[in-house]
């Protein structure tokens, strides 16, 4: 069965520091990867997603993630984070031709400005 | 467009009573999705339609939990005889094609069983 794992549940950042979250997922055939964020009091949104090519996806807001095949892992990184970046990151992963996504627990983090 | 619309936003209910929940999708979307979200997870899939046919249910989905979405156009979700494990967040989503496209979700109906 297919399984997502976020290591990092929270983290605190302070605003310019680098980000990197953590994803590895349980699928030995091809996958779709994404990253939803949640900003508080909102609904989930598409960051990025990757499906072939390039495995180093950029998304909104100057997010990018790398899939590393033989990792199994698709971690989230940023340069420099803002205050507005606080929010909760959930990743998730669709086996290739199917319509249904694995989520992860997500991670929250806190940006202290 | 103003994306996809859920109803209510909140829901409090008496236990054992029935709910009915109605998502909205952007309207040229063909698929439409139920999740469930309770706190600390991420949302956990529970049904999808293409058009007006459900085309799977997890097994999350008890026969209490029943999904609807006549006409290929907005969706319902009804709970029967909720119980307190039903409390969470109830989570819809449309896309034009399907996995690959990406989701778009809706604000979510949050469910209180008391």
């Known amino acids: 069965a297919q399984s997502v794992s976020q290591h990092n549940h929270h983290v605190i950042l302070s605003e310019a520091a680098s980000l990197e979250l953590g994803c590895n997922y349980s699928?030995?055939?091809?996958?779709?990867l994404f990253w939803y964020v949640q900003y508080p009091g909102q609904h989930l949104q598409l960051l990025l997603k990757?499906?072939?090519?390039?495995?180093l996806v950029k998304g909104i807001k100057g997010f990018e993630a790398e899939f590393i095949k033989s990792k199994f892992s698709f971690n989230l990184r940023k340069p420099s984070v803002q205050w507005s970046d606080t929010a909760e990151y959930f990743c998730?992963?669709?086996?290739?031709?199917?319509?249904?996504?694995?989520f992860g627990t997500g991670t929250r983090l806190k940006v202290l400005a | 467009d103003t994306g996809v619309s859920q109803d209510p936003r909140h829901k409090i209910t008496k236990r054992g009573q029935n709910v009915t929940f109605r998502c909205d999708p952007i309207?040229?979307?063909?698929?439409l999705y139920w999740y469930r979200q309770t706190l600390g997870q991420g949302p956990e899939f529970l049904t999808y339609?293409?058009?007006?046919?459900?085309?799977?249910k997890s097994r999350l989905l008890s026969d209490r939990f029943s999904a609807e979405r006549p006409k290929g156009s907005f969706s319902t979700l009804e709970i029967q005889r909720t119980e307190q494990g039903d409390s969470a967040m109830y989570l819809c989503?449309?896309?034009?094609?399907?996995?690959?496209?990406?989701?778009?979700f809706g604000s979510g109906t949050r469910l209180t069983v008391v």
């Open positions: 998730a992963v669709g086996a290739s031709g199917t319509y249904k996504y694995i």
């Open positions: 989503a449309s896309s034009l094609q399907g996995v690959g496209d990406g989701y778009t």
């Open positions: 339609f293409q058009n007006e046919a459900q085309l799977e």
């Open positions: 309207s040229e979307h063909n698929r």
């Open positions: 990757y499906f072939s090519g390039d495995p």
């Open positions: 699928y030995g055939g091809t996958v779709n």
